[in-house]
Nanobody
């Protein structure tokens, strides 16, 4: 069974940076997609970034290059480096594990079968 535990969230001012971490266990990276999603209060969960076993990354268009997803296989840890944070980035951020389909790791929530408990990010203006 895959287990995911996020950390690194917090309350920051606009323009600050945060790095989220997701400690993962019970999965085989070579056949997995790992991703970050976020859900703001009263809104649907949306994909932020994903990374496939071939290290191909995908990002939500609204990020405009501010976030970077990476994975440390030796530590079984997924990261999300978030720079130039904006108030609209305020949300609960979730780490997720999924299985590629056709070799692709798209940010579609139904493609992901395991989720962490989330870590809150709050950005004030």
């Amino acid at each position: 069974m895959v287990q995911l535990v996020e950390s690194g969230g917090g309350s920051v001012q606009a323009g600050a940076s945060l790095r989220l971490s997701c400690a993962a266990s019970g999965y085989t990276y070579g056949v997995s997609c790992m991703a970050w999603f976020r859900q703001a209060a009263g809104k649907e969960r949306v994909g932020v970034a994903s990374i496939a076993s071939d290290d191909i990354t995908r990002y939500a268009p609204f990020l405009t290059g501010r976030f970077t997803i990476s994975i440390d296989n030796a530590k079984n840890t997924l990261y999300l480096q978030m720079n130039s944070l904006k108030p609209e980035d305020t949300a609960m951020y979730y780490c997720a594990h999924g299985i590629p389909r056709g070799g692709y790791c798209f940010l579609i929530p139904s493609w992901f079968d395991y989720w962490g408990q989330g870590t809150q990010v709050t950005v004030s203006s």
